[in-house]
């Protein structure tokens, strides 16, 4: 599977594991060999954002040793980026939050399609080539108010919460970016449509501002990557200093 392509955004360089070059490289292949659409594999359906591989094969593949794939993978799955299902002869690799990474691809594919299709079909009449010619350009106009009209969009008392406790934290003032708000906007919304709360994620990034925590949360995209990390040390803190409170 060659064709198409992947959406990495430059938020990616903000990633735990990035000054690993070795789990870059496979974290990578892993999300260039994902499904973009279902397919059906023996009888299985292979989903957006799952393939079938080995450990063999994606040594052979990314040219990492056997031994490191196992750490690694072990790594990713540590951090909650991939979820993996093995038999005796193949394994399926998930990567979780797939359409949160990879959203709005299969439309932008969709409409290269549709103009590949366009080309192959030239032959027909000049006034039908018009009408999509127009009707394309009508979407992406529509496509660029509505994100106008998201950027313009008001920071309600939760985000800046959010955001104040990670200014506060790196001494940095992201709201002068509509740009960086946007995605902050989305990403956080994409977690609560998972059903995560706005006071989990308000209390997991006001312990983090007030705490020591191995990742850096500064976006969007880092805090629906480590979130579930980061609950945890929460969580696992407030344990340690109840214990602590009933030694007295």
């Not at 366009?118 to 080539?129: C, E, F, M, V």
């Not at 200014?167 to 956080?188: A, C, M, P």
């Not at 209390?203 to 949360?217: D, G, K, R, V």
Request: charged residues 25%; proline residues 2%; glycine residues 4%.
């Amino acid at each position: 599977m060659t064709d198409g392509w992947i959406k990495l955004h430059r938020q990616f360089s903000g990633w735990g594991w990035y000054t690993d070059s070795k789990t870059v490289h496979l974290f990578i292949h892993i999300l260039l060999k994902c499904n973009h659409a279902p397919r059906e594999w023996r009888g299985v359906t292979i989903m957006p954002g799952q393939f079938v591989t080995s450990r063999d094969k994606l040594s052979v593949e990314t040219g990492i040793s056997l031994q490191s794939i196992r750490t690694i993978l072990k790594r990713l799955k540590s951090t909650n980026e991939i979820t993996s299902k093995s038999t005796n002869s193949f394994t399926i690799i998930t990567v979780c939050n797939w359409q949160l990474y990879q959203s709005g691809a299969s439309d932008i594919n969709q409409q290269t399609n549709q103009q590949t299709n366009k080309r192959l079909t030239s032959d027909q009449p000049a006034i039908n080539q018009r009408l999509t010619t127009n009707k394309n350009d009508k979407n992406i106009e529509n496509d660029k108010k509505e994100k106008e009209e998201r950027e313009r969009a008001p920071v309600d008392n939760f985000l800046t919460k959010c955001i104040e406790c990670m200014e506060r934290k790196h001494s940095i003032n992201h709201r002068q970016s509509h740009q960086w708000l946007t995605y902050f906007r989305n990403d956080v919304n994409a977690m609560k449509a998972q059903g995560i709360s706005e006071s989990r994620i308000l209390a997991a990034l006001q312990w983090y501002e007030s705490n020591e925590f191995f990742y850096t949360i500064d976006s969007g995209r880092s805090l629906v990557t480590h979130f579930a990390a980061l609950e945890k040390a929460s969580a696992n803190q407030s344990q340690i200093t109840n214990h602590e409170g009933y030694g007295l």
